[in-house]
């Protein structure tokens, strides 16, 4: 059994079923550049569903190497770090990670759609996504690429592309990369379904 010691974190920002997403919210858009923006509460459960929460370290499960190994509710990198195996945290560490790395994405979701006005629902699943992606995989996207262009119904089709782990599709992400599509919009479920492949189809039954 592992002995080490919980870590500290600095208090500087670090990177690390079948879920219904969050009702849909009026449209309001808000400059992408406002610096104060926050992921919505239901945007946050809806993070915490799919994330889930383990207090010692653990491989990622699709991942043939296993790695980055993981802890609390997603967090890969503490202090600069990778998560190594045998690590444990509290529950309060987690919160306080899951925090501090929420508000990473959120600044990392700003910056990289500076001039474009997002709806809430917009915003919140682009920082669902890229919590689970990474920044500089959003960076180079096309879903970014589109929505930079104000091609909003476009770039809800590209998130069924992120579901794969190590070139294999993956029946969790596919699931999760509707529900984060429903949230951006503007489709429905029935309607975005009515666009998706067969072979996505078959990961959401």
């Known amino acids: 059994m592992s002995t080490q010691q919980p870590p500290q974190r600095a208090k ?34 809806f993070l ?15 991942s043939v190497d296993g790695n980055p190994w993981t802890i609390g509710w997603g967090t890969t990198r503490i202090n600069g770090q990778p998560v190594q195996r045998g690590m444990r945290i509290t529950q309060a560490q987690a919160d306080e990670f899951f925090r501090e790395d929420l508000r990473t994405f959120e600044q990392e979701v700003t910056r990289l759609t500076r001039g474009v006005s997002l709806t809430q629902n917009q915003f919140d699943a682009l920082v669902v996504l890229v919590y689970n992606i990474g920044a500089g995989a959003f960076a180079g996207s096309t879903i970014r690429r589109m929505i930079l262009a104000g091609d909003f119904a476009g770039a809800q089709l590209q998130f069924h592309r992120w579901n794969r782990n190590d070139g294999r599709p993956m029946r ?17 479920a029935a309607e975005l379904r009515a666009l998706l492949p067969s072979a996505v189809l078959l990961h959401l039954a």
């Open 172 to 188: 969790g992400l596919s699931r999760r990369r509707f529900g984060e599509a429903i949230m951006f919009g503007p489709r429905n």
């Open 48 to 62: 915490h569903q799919w994330e889930s929460c383990r207090l010692e370290a653990y491989p990622d499960p699709g």
């Open 12 to 45: 500087t920002p670090a990177r690390p079923a079948g879920s219904q997403p969050p009702a849909s919210a009026p449209p309001t858009r808000v400059a992408a550049s406002d610096e104060a923006r926050r992921t919505s509460p239901d945007a946050i459960a």
